[in-house]
T-cell receptor
């Protein structure tokens, strides 16, 4: 499968713990995006990378959230001191320049 | 603020009947609009984008700037069209702004 991959697919954690998700984009896609989707809603933009540079962050991305794309390939999204409100599906997408975004399967996070 | 509204959370039609999923948007400038679809247990995928003016799986969507709408239509629904549909616009050539989605069910 040469599409966008995300790991883990599911994560259950206790409130206050830190979690990290990984996204591997389609090779040679220089743009990478993170979105969050809660039940009954469409995906909401979190942040965007062009190569290794993080060019935009949503106000949804509180200081407990951090994202990196160290070598312009895979990306990680870390949530520190998780809260129950962080429970959601976290989606990653990639695109070659400003074109169609291809989505991964998502990581479903449940914070107990 | 840029916004996409899909007024129907649920839509149910019979196989062979016409389908129309509504989408309205607010955007200053020339919008670029998309329809994404998510079939059961599959990832979100692009169905069509207005600039390509294609018909995918029998679906079409016309951008109406006067009514700020981008409704998705298909003349004859098929059972395999049952899915979650999201209308979206792209802001700043970067992030997608999605509507809440419409769950379409095609009854046999």
């Amino acid at each position: 499968d040469t599409g966008v991959s995300q790991n883990p697919r599911h994560k259950i954690t206790k409130r206050g713990q830190n979690v990290t998700f990984r996204c591997d984009p389609i090779s040679e896609h220089n743009r990478l995006y993170w979105y969050r989707q809660t039940l009954g809603q469409g995906p909401e933009f979190l942040t965007y990378f062009q190569n290794e540079a993080q060019l935009e962050k949503s106000r949804l991305l509180s200081d407990r959230f951090s994202a990196e794309r160290p070598k312009g390939s895979f990306s990680t999204l870390e949530i520190q001191r998780t809260e129950q409100g962080d429970s959601a599906m976290y989606l990653c997408a990639s695109s070659p320049q400003a074109e169609t975004q291809y989505f991964g399967p998502g990581t479903r996070l449940l914070v107990l | 603020a840029q916004r996409v509204t899909q007024p129907e959370k649920l839509l149910s039609v019979f196989k062979g009947a016409p389908v129309e999923l509504k989408c309205n948007y607010s955007y200053s400038g020339s919008p670029e609009l998309f329809w994404y679809v998510q079939y059961s247990r599959q990832r979100l995928q692009l169905l069509l984008r207005h600039i390509s003016r294609e018909s995918i799986k029998g679906f079409t969507a016309d951008l109406n700037k006067g009514e700020t709408s981008f409704h998705l239509k298909k003349p004859f629904a098929q059972e395999e069209d049952s899915a979650m549909y999201y209308c979206a616009l792209i802001q700043g050539a970067q992030k997608l702004v999605f509507g809440q989605g419409t769950r379409l069910t095609i009854n046999p």
